[in-house]
């Protein structure tokens, strides 16, 4: 099925088209490009134009460039544009220009992805749905995103995100969605902000591209929550408050965390929900919680909604849960390996950690014979002058008073392991490559292993050494 036509994106972005080409997808990486995708040959760490004959050796229906690269025959299938991030911005807005969809924006200091992730999976259920595959959420993310969108999509999804003030309002506007969601506000990216209200402000911008008649759903539970509020009601014909706290409009009555699942019981209105998770955290279900709204606010059935999160699985490195098999002689021999290497900072930490104090540990068996709660933590990135505070005060959390040993990566996160008891204090390691060698004396059979920290802790690092230990095998339905 035909995306976009040589015309159609000529149009669209003002270029000029060579050749008479059909683009069914559109790429910005060659190393995923799909025979019929239209490669947007974009600059970032390289540029995208020393990529083009790659591109189309590999298929590529044609490329978006902003002058013939070297190598290139001028007779090539191009679309010669002024400049290829403008260009694409002006793609995605025609993408959405054309569709009838009812469209989603999302954003939120933690829980974008996994909610968007949820988004899709529900309203799959309901309608032809488009979102992106990865976490698109930036100046080229989102714009990708809607180049992306099939002129018959009826419900979509954005993902929007930020690292300094003034990114949101102009994505919101590209993407002008009728719901706007923000899943929270917490400390981070703080260094780029005076204070928490700062984010709170920031992240309210996405109301700014709401369409006529829009709906605004806020984190009522955070302590920002009436800057968020007010920027609704501004922009918004019906705001939305959900979270745990008395007076949401859609409250969390209870929640139950098991080994692998999560179940919850609201309320919206004077409706009673009831709705499991097949993954344990209870920011999943205040996530959850948000997406029921979605589906409300756009005509959506509910009770399809509440069966089909129980489907849902967090996206890789957000909290995947799988069994690393150490001995492939003795089914008994495992870890559980909790990956939420993606991402860090002090909201999204407590989150994983109550997870991982929640999680049973099997005895009797390995070396230790001792099932353990061992959790494995990176430092967290752009906190600010007060990062050293924040991660010293993660000692005092409720939830790592039942983790049995913690493993610190990082010069910011020896604040915590400086701060924790001797009995749960295990290594610290200024790299995650250190701890990577470590891996093999550092866990036994039967122990659940939490990893979690900011991308840019390269703790993942070591999740893949766990993963080597053994070999991966599915968790029992």
């Not at 698109?136 to 809607?146: A, E, K, Q, R």
């Not at 109301?207 to 759903?217: C, D, S, Y």
């Not at 344990?280 to 005509?299: I, P, T, Y």
């Not at 494995?376 to 409720?398: S, V």
Request: glycine share 10%; net charge negative.
């Amino acid at each position: 099925m035909s995306l976009w036509t040589a015309s159609d994106a000529a149009h669209a972005t003002g270029g000029e088209a060579r050749g008479d080409w059909q683009a069914t997808g559109v790429s910005i990486d060659t190393r995923t490009i799909q025979a019929g995708d239209l490669f947007v040959a974009l600059k970032d760490i390289r540029d995208g134009h020393e990529f083009v004959a790659q591109a189309l050796a590999k298929g590529a229906c044609a490329a978006m460039v902003s002058h013939i690269p070297e190598g290139v025959s001028a007779e090539a299938p191009l679309l010669i544009v002024d400049d290829v991030l403008p260009a694409l911005e002006a793609l995605g807005a025609a993408a959405r220009d054309r569709t009838s969809a009812q469209v989603v924006a999302v954003t939120g200091s933690v829980g974008k992805t996994s909610t968007k992730e949820m988004l899709r999976d529900v309203l799959s259920g309901q309608g032809r749905t488009h979102a992106a595959e990865a976490s698109y959420n930036n100046h080229w993310g989102v714009p990708l995103t809607l180049a992306r969108m099939p002129q018959d999509t009826e419900f979509a999804v954005i993902e929007i995100g930020m690292n300094h003030p003034g990114e949101i309002a102009p994505l919101s506007k590209m993407a002008r969605p009728h719901v706007g969601v923000i899943t929270t506000v917490a400390a981070a990216h703080l260094e780029a902000f005076e204070n928490i209200a700062g984010i709170a402000h920031e992240k309210a911008a996405i109301f700014e591209g709401l369409e006529p008649g829009g709906t605004a759903i806020v984190n009522g539970d955070v302590e920002t929550a009436s800057i968020l509020v007010e920027a609704g009601r501004q922009a918004a014909d019906r705001v939305i408050c959900f979270g745990g706290e008395a007076g949401n409009d859609y409250q969390l009555i209870s929640i139950t965390l098991g080994d692998e699942v999560t179940v919850a019981q609201a309320m919206a209105g004077d409706q009673k929900l009831l709705f499991k998770l097949s993954a344990a955290g209870r920011h999943f279900a205040h996530n959850a919680l948000a997406v029921l709204a979605c589906v409300e606010v756009m005509g959506g059935d509910m009770a399809l909604a509440c069966a089909d999160l129980g489907r849902w699985q967090p996206p890789g490195g957000r909290g995947t849960r799988e069994v690393v098999q150490l001995d492939p002689g003795d089914d008994r021999l495992t870890i559980d390996l909790i990956d939420d290497a993606f991402n860090a900072n002090p909201t999204s930490m407590a989150a994983s950690l109550e997870v991982l104090a929640a999680s049973t540990p099997v005895e009797g068996i390995g070396r230790i014979a001792k099932g353990r709660r061992i959790a494995i933590l990176g430092d967290m990135l752009e906190l600010g002058p007060d990062e050293a505070i924040l991660h010293a005060g993660m000692a005092d959390l409720p939830s790592i008073q039942g983790v049995t040993l913690v493993h610190c990566v990082g010069p910011r996160m020896k604040g915590l392991w400086q701060a924790l008891p001797d009995v749960q204090r295990g290594k610290w390691v200024a790299t995650a490559e250190e701890l990577a060698q470590e891996v093999p004396r550092l866990v036994d059979a039967g122990d659940v292993v939490l990893v979690k920290g900011s991308k840019g802790s390269k703790v993942s690092l070591v999740v893949d050494a766990l993963r080597r230990l053994g070999q991966r095998k599915e968790r029992d339905a």
